[in-house]
């Protein structure tokens, strides 16, 4: 493509590579802290401290549910397959999870069978167990976060599956510790970034 100007034929086709710079910001701390948060207050429920109410539902659909998806599709602009596998499909649990409570509730459909909900949970320690292997190429942090999380899912599955008690409150207890990984990951990236040095660190896998 050519211009003529003053008389003179300037090309312009060749202008050499384009050197496009990602200028948006992280969405992993958004995403890690929507998942820590509402696993924390649900597994202090799982614990015993306080029953399944609106608070903990309201933070499944929004925080939990919402905003790990809108997290997953910023990672999903930045290229970043893990992030985007993980923090959409984290978001759409906690929205499935929320629904699985409520349809019953208002007749919508009928209450999961206690098999469903072991299978339910085993299937969502599958996917964690193998993010998890992903995170061995990643940082310390986010690989106790997902081992934490795999616990997690079959001790569910385990209580659900033995009726236990016991099961259902150290279930509780991990789940919190496991929410709190994920917290402090995202104050670490959050924090770090700020400040322009290792204020929390992650363990970087070199």
């Given amino acids: 493509m050519a211009t003529e100007t003053g008389g003179r034929v300037k090309d312009i086709m060749h202008l050499g590579p384009v050197d496009v710079k990602d200028s948006t910001s992280n969405p992993a701390p958004l995403g890690l802290m929507g998942f820590g948060m509402t696993t924390v207050l649900l597994n202090m429920h799982n614990a015993g401290w306080f029953g399944l109410g609106s608070m903990i539902l309201a933070m499944g659909i929004f925080y939990g549910g919402l905003a790990q998806i809108i997290a997953g599709i910023m990672e999903w602009k930045k290229g970043n397959t893990f992030g985007t596998t993980a923090f959409t499909s984290y978001g759409l649990f ?21 098999e469903a909900m072991i299978a339910y949970f085993f299937m969502w320690g599958l996917f964690t167990f193998y993010m998890f292997l ?25 209580r ?47």
Avoid at 94 to 114: H, I
Avoid at 172 to 190: K, L, P, R, S
Wanted: proline content about 3%; hydrophobic content about 55%.
């Fill in 160 to 206: 659900d599956y033995t009726g236990s008690a016991t099961i259902a409150m150290i279930a509780g207890y991990e789940g919190i510790f496991c929410g709190f990984t994920a917290i402090y990951a995202a104050c670490a990236q959050v924090l770090n970034e700020v400040y322009g040095r290792t204020v929390l660190p992650i363990g970087p896998v070199k």
């Fill in 94 to 114: 906690w929205l499935t999870l929320v629904f699985l409570l409520l349809m019953p509730k208002y007749g919508w459909w009928e209450a999961a069978s206690n």
């Fill in 134 to 158: 992903g995170t061995l190429k990643l940082n310390r942090a986010l690989q106790v976060v997902f081992l934490t999380l795999t616990i997690l899912f079959w001790l569910l599955a385990i």
